[in-house]
């Protein structure tokens, strides 16, 4: 199993981050491999929705789409792939710190069948997903 997890604290009020990693469509400003997403009409806030998602992949455009299966507001989103060679769940912690926000991203993949002989270059891609938590602190504190 392909596990990445990065941890980072955010100057910013946990609601705040919170909301914004809600809306997917915040994505391509701070994970640089998105090239497209949009929210799939119809579907709700929160629990239950769902991003068409398109990311750079080794030989141009991946599907990347996504539901939120979880959320506590203010405190974790957790979110399933469901669209694409790899289908990780990933968890968005986040927990108030004063005015600031400890948050930790953690990506988790079951590789099967074909999928076990992708599991390296998998886990490499996760790290460098969980990785761009500082460029969501550089976005977000920016913001101030």
Known sequence: MAHAESSIIIERPAGEVYDFLLDGTNNPRWRKGVLDIGKVPGTPAG??????????GPTGRIDADYKVVECVPGALIRFEVTAGPARPTGTFKLEKKGNSTSVTFVLDFQPKGLAKLMDPMIARQMQSEVAA???????LEAKK
Request: proline share 0%; no cysteine.
């Open 133 to 139: 938590l500082m460029d969501l602190k550089s976005f």
């Open 47 to 56: 629990v239950g929705a769902a991003f068409k998602q398109g990311m750079k």
